[in-house]
């Protein structure tokens, strides 16, 4: 144990010398995982964001009715009174016109438009949460509501969300091919940069395996290197994207404002974040552990035949 | 005495029908110095890499110890390696490090604890006598003081067997004395010594085993 503790503890020591030997190759490095990394992670980001929204929508699936603006308190009373013998539905809310009419004045900063109007002009309405209804249901229940006396509308406003989780889906497998497609050359890049690396320390990988080291010994810090320069290239990544968003926030929150609402961009859950570090370390370590199998074989096979 | 390395009907064939080993069969017991003379190209060094397993041999059966060669797995050639010392023609002095890291790097690889390791290098340093220049860089040191970190490296790890391709080669006849001083001193405690060269000065006025080759046959 303590003998393979040493070799991997040896190994590392080189892995860090080499990053170190060459602190601007080892940088350049890092920085084209961390740029590379960054916009599938950043899209992936911004997916996530709007997930997060649009799941919030329908979770609420919400239908209102609208009455017509003649309806009287004995029409509201029987669409109540229909509405409790409905037992899919999760519940409802009565917003009187007068209600209505103080909430908009209050949220949309147009009091003084509305005051100079003279008279309401919106209807009663009842807001019904459907729970996790589905669509035929949905429908179905959008007929009869319609048929219900003095209803004006019936507004079921979940076609959105649909479309928006159809793009969200579009996004999703979008994420996934520009992953795989720069994961492919980040593959590339470090397979390239051990190779330069072993040949550089050609002479030493010889005389190691010729005094009796074995492949894994030989493997071991080239591995260490490509899985460090992974990781550190992905905290540099999830770092840039932190700053991104954080900038992103300040322009959205103005936004929000001018519109009475609170808008802000989440970063990386832990979770994905420690995702985006074992993806990218692992990245790191494929590459590395290609270029060495790669070069230890054509290594092997030059020095028999010389 | 019991034999450490056995041929039997040894050949060895290279791409383009070059034959540098035919049917070589011979014993070295334990414990034993053997010289293996011939001009260039007469098989030596195949003959030396075919017991490390550098080459494979195209037929017959080579044991080191108790171990068939021709048997051993691709992954159980660094575990042969590591009994055996080995001084290579053309040196392989790595130069990027000093004299002590070049010697440590057998025990590196055999995952020796840092300190068995560093007294085991100065042992070995002052067998060859170089304790001095542990520090030296290699560019720094003379032919034979070049020549002796190579066997200091080969011993560290204290191997059964110690193989030696023209140690001698390029040094002048007083270097050539001591370094052979050094080999003789490593065959008094039991250590099976092999040795290639073509330095006919060296082969007259030994008193161990020669034997010849001859366009890859051994001829004596």
Redesign the interface.
Known sequence: M???L??HG?ALMRALRQLAAAPVTSLLSIIVFSIVLSLPAGIFILLENLREISGQATDTQQMTIMLDTVAGQADIELINTQLEKMPAIEGFLFISKEIALQELKQESGMAEVIHNLGQNPLPDAFVINLGHMSANEIEKTQVVAQSWPKVAHVLVDTDWVRKLDAMLEVGRLVVIMLASLFGAALVIVMFNTIRLQMLTGR??I??????????G?IRRPFLYFGTIQGVVGAALAWLLLYLAITKLNEALSELARLYATTLTLNHLSWKDSLILLLFSGTLGWIGARWSVARHLSQIDHE???S | MAAMIRFNNVSKF??REYEALKNITLSIDQGELVFFSGHSGAGKSTLLKLI?A??RPTSGDISVGQQNIGLLRR?AI?????NIG?I?QEQ?I?Y?RNVFANVM??L????F??KTSASRVRAALDKVGLLNKEKADPITLSGGEKQRLCIA?AVV?RPTVLIADEPTANLDSGYARDIMAVFESFNQVGVTVLISTHDTMLLDTTQHRVLELDHGKLVA
């Open positions: 303590s003998s393979w040493s070799q040896y002479d030493e010889e005389l190691s395996k010729l005094i009796g080291a074995t492949d010994y020095s028999t035949v | 290279y791409p490390v550098i080459e992954s660094p575990y042969l390696r590591r080995m290579f392989k790595l990027d790097l057998p590196q690889v055999t995952a604890d840092t490296r790890h």
